[in-house]
Structure formats: C-alpha cells, structure tokens
C-alpha cells in the first residue's frame, strides 16, 4: 500500500513521465515489485479522471480517454488565449537558452514554469527532448514551426542572441554555485 502513495507521490512531484529505472533508484525498490503496484495502481484509477499511463518503461498521470472531448474544448479555449507575460517570457528562455531543463526555468524565472511550459507544448511552440543526463527530466527548446513562424532560419538570427544568451548564462552562473548540474 505504501508503494502505491510513494508512487502518486513521485508522479505528482515530477510532473512529467518517470523512468522504472528512476522510481527502482529512488525508491530502492525492485523493478518486478514497482510493476506490480503499477498495475494495481493502474486498477484504482481506470474509473476516474486520471489514470496511470505505463508503456513498460516509463509512466505518469494522464487524462481518462473516456473524458477525451472535454479535454479537447478546454484544449482549444487555452491554446485561442494569449500566452500572457508569463508565457512569452518562459518562451523567450527556451528559445535563448534551449535546450533547457525545466529545473532551469524555474530558477531563471523565480517560480514554478510547469504550466505555462505544459501550455507551450499543446501550442507546438516547444518541444521536449531528452535531459543531458537519461532519466533525469527532460529539457525544451523551440520547434522548427516556431522559428519558421518567427522567420528565423536558426536561434542564433533572434534580436541580439549572443548578448541575451551571455546575460542569462552568467545569471545562471552568478547566482547558482551549482548551476552546472
């Protein structure tokens, strides 16, 4: 029983897929134990609006497929909306800095960029891809649409990149000690 909080707890904590290899390390756990509690984990939530998504290597919270067209229109109402400050300032980051953690996000803006980064991807403004070390998050950077939408033929053509690209690297070096993590 305590596996299966240890794991919504992870789960909720990361927000994002986890690796089996990851939640086995964290929780000192067996691979063959995590699945089972996956799977019975996967049992309790099959009736309600979150379900656990599995593919055998990695997992994480994911919408009810039966609840599919209310997703769908409150999909379409956020990504009609303006990106607001937040949006464009976390977008600027990632389009200067990318690829970058979300870990590094948060730090360059002071506060929790989850949403704003979950709001990017719907609208294909960022991607995400592999972090620098496998099965320790992901990292983000802008699309090939975004650019060609913005007409840049590459990153290093935005207003004044390098300059940009050097003030948030040396914030990021002034200010963290471990930044290099």
């Known amino acids: ?29 067996s691979r063959e ?3 089972l509690a996956i799977s019975n984990l996967q049992k309790e939530y099959q009736d309600r609006g ?19 067209s209310l997703i769908e229109k409150m999909q379409k109402e956020e990504v009609e909306r303006s990106l607001g400050r937040a949006g464009l300032e976390t977008l600027s980051i990632i389009l200067y800095k990318g690829p970058v953690s979300r870990r590094e996000i948060d730090y360059i803006r002071g506060v929790n960029s989850s949403f704003i ?9 960022v991607e995400r ?21 913005l007409g840049l033929k590459s990153r ?24 290099d993590e």
Not at 134 to 140: L, P, T
């Open 117 to 125: 980064i979950r709001n990017l991807l719907i609208r294909g403004l």
């Open 1 to 29: 029983m305590e596996r299966k909080k240890e794991i919504e707890a992870i789960l909720l904590f990361k927000n994002e897929p986890v690796s089996l290899a990851t939640l086995s390390e964290t929780l000192n756990e």
């Open 33 to 35: 134990n995590l699945q």
């Open 129 to 149: 891809t592999e972090g620098k070390d496998a099965g320790r998050g992901y990292n983000y950077k802008p699309t090939l649409e975004l650019l060609k939408h």
């Open 156 to 179: 290093e053509d935005l207003p004044e990149f390098k300059s940009a690209l050097e003030k948030i690297e040396s914030f990021v070096k002034t200010e963290t000690p471990d930044a």
């Open 50 to 68: 979150i379900v656990i998504i599995f593919d055998g290597e990695n997992l994480c919270f994911g919408t009810n497929p039966n609840l599919s």
